[in-house]
């Protein structure tokens, strides 16, 4: 398998080195955001808010502290960061979670458009390969002997081509990881712009049940 991997990549000439190129760095991002998409980021909105309910209709402000902080999500942090401020007036809860909304939104969405750029890159040096390639294949066979000019085409155009498919190939890698991190960081919004909506209704109507906020809570 290796070999013949290798043995395509050489049949490729010169061209496929800065595809392989692109391709390590879709591969890169891709691992990392799938990482911090799939992993650091991503919570069950409903487990999270029935976690919270109980304590907030206690007024156990602390213990909603408590859970904000095992949860280490953008949610739970937008949260906590709302929570810290519920002694005050609604505005000034908002303005906090609001704040910490646009500390978190980017985190999610870094880096995502690269993919697809670079897959758009990766398709655009596979053609720069083959155009490079037959210019060369046709320079060559124009002063050759007519007994080796069929030979030589057949090299160039097979050149060519393999440098073409390797550069498709990168460039659906990039375009496919951006279509499924770019629907994947949209739905973690989606679920912190309503988790966070519903968590503050809750905390605002259960408001004079708050106690106070201990140090080692907070």
């Known amino acids: 398998m290796f070999s013949d991997i ?3 990549f050489e049949k490729g000439g010169w061209g ?9 760095f879709i591969l890169a991002i891709a691992f990392e955001r799938t990482f911090v998409l799939y992993i650091r980021s991503s919570v069950k909105k409903e487990e ?20 904000c902080s095992t949860y280490q999500y953008p949610l ?27 500390r978190e939104i980017p985190l999610i969405e870094k880096r995502t458009d690269y993919l697809n750029l670079l897959g758009n890159v990766a398709t655009l040096a596979g053609l720069l390969g083959t155009i490079t390639g037959l210019i060369k294949t046709f320079g060559a066979i124009s002063g050759a002997d007519p007994a080796s000019r069929s030979a030589m085409l057949s090299e160039g155009i097979s050149e060519a081509m393999h440098c073409t498919a390797f550069g498709l190939g990168a460039g659906i890698i990039g375009i496919l990881a951006f279509a499924v991190m770019a629907g994947k960081s949209k739905s973690i919004k989606s ?3 309503e988790g966070s909506v519903r968590v503050l209704n809750l905390i605002v109507a ?13």
């Open 76 to 102: 739970a942090r937008i949260v906590h960061a709302g929570v810290l401020k519920v002694k005050r007036s609604d505005e000034e809860v908002q303005a906090a979670m609001d704040e910490a909304y646009l």
């Open 206 to 218: 259960n408001r004079n049940k708050m106690g106070d906020i201990k140090d080692d809570a907070a």
């Open 6 to 8: 290798a043995e395509f």
């Open 191 to 193: 679920d912190i712009d």
């Open 16 to 24: 496929m080195w800065p595809i392989l190129f692109i391709t390590i």
């Open 48 to 67: 999270f808010i029935r976690l919270l309910q109980v304590p907030i209709l206690k007024g156990d402000l602390n213990r909603v502290l408590k859970v």
